[in-house]
Structures are given as C-alpha cells and as structure tokens.
C-alpha cells in the first residue's frame, strides 16, 4: 500500500520561503483532493490549503496570499510553495489524499484516505 511521503521542512527565518512537497512511495492512480495540513505544538491539527473535489482550492485565511497550493497529475504530486513566512507558521506539515490506487478505483470511486508522516517546518531568527 502506497504511502504520502512530504519534504522540504527545513528551519527559515522569518520573511523567507519554502517549498514543500509531497508525492506517494508506491504505485498509484491518481490523488483526490490532496492538501497540506499542519499542527503547531499544544494545537489541533488545521487545513492550511487543499484541492477541493471540483478542483478548486481552499486556503486557511492566515496563509492566503503568501501560500500557494500546487499539484501535478502526471506525477501524483502536491507542492506547498510558502512564502513571507512568519513564526506562527511552526509546525509540523501533513499531506493529505485520498488515493485512487487503479482507474477501476476511480470509475468505481473506491478511495483510500491517506497521511504523511510530517515535515517540520520552524519559522525563526
């Protein structure tokens, strides 16, 4: 069974970017409504953004206009390009889909919710 693998966390000082990514270990179909997710410590997981089923985005207001959410069919992969980053932005980064793991699967709207272990992301100076 196919796994989301996330990279890119890394420590940034306040102002700067990253670039997160998230792509799946095994063999898969496709993604549905894929999105990054965080948790900060002592905090509830939250939705930073997501691809919504008809293919739109949806963007935490705290990030939008400094995140951007991204996805490439071909390759089954869903990029976080995060930019003027601030310290309230810690936290560790989750990728979240549900998978197609055939085009059976999709026909037949057969998905599999899936997470990624996290990446750290910490916002200082």
């Known amino acids: 069974q196919a796994r989301l693998v996330e990279s890119g966390g890394a420590v940034v000082q306040p102002g700067g970017s990253l670039r997160l990514s998230c792509a799946a270990s095994g063999r898969i179909f496709g993604l549905y409504a894929p999105g990054w997710y965080r948790q900060a410590p002592g905090k509830q997981r939250e939705l930073v953004a997501r691809f919504t089923s008809g293919g739109t985005t949806n963007y935490a207001d705290s990030v939008k206009g400094r995140f951007t959410i991204s996805r490439d069919n071909a390759k089954n992969t869903v990029d976080l390009q995060m930019n003027s980053l601030k310290p309230e932005d810690t936290a560790i980064y989750y990728c979240?889909?549900?998978?197609?793991?055939?085009?059976?699967?999709?026909?037949?709207?057969?998905?599999?919710?899936?997470w990624g272990q996290g990446t750290q992301v910490t916002v200082s100076s």
């Open positions: 979240n889909a549900q998978i197609y793991y055939s085009y059976a699967d999709q026909v037949n709207d057969r998905r599999q919710n899936s």
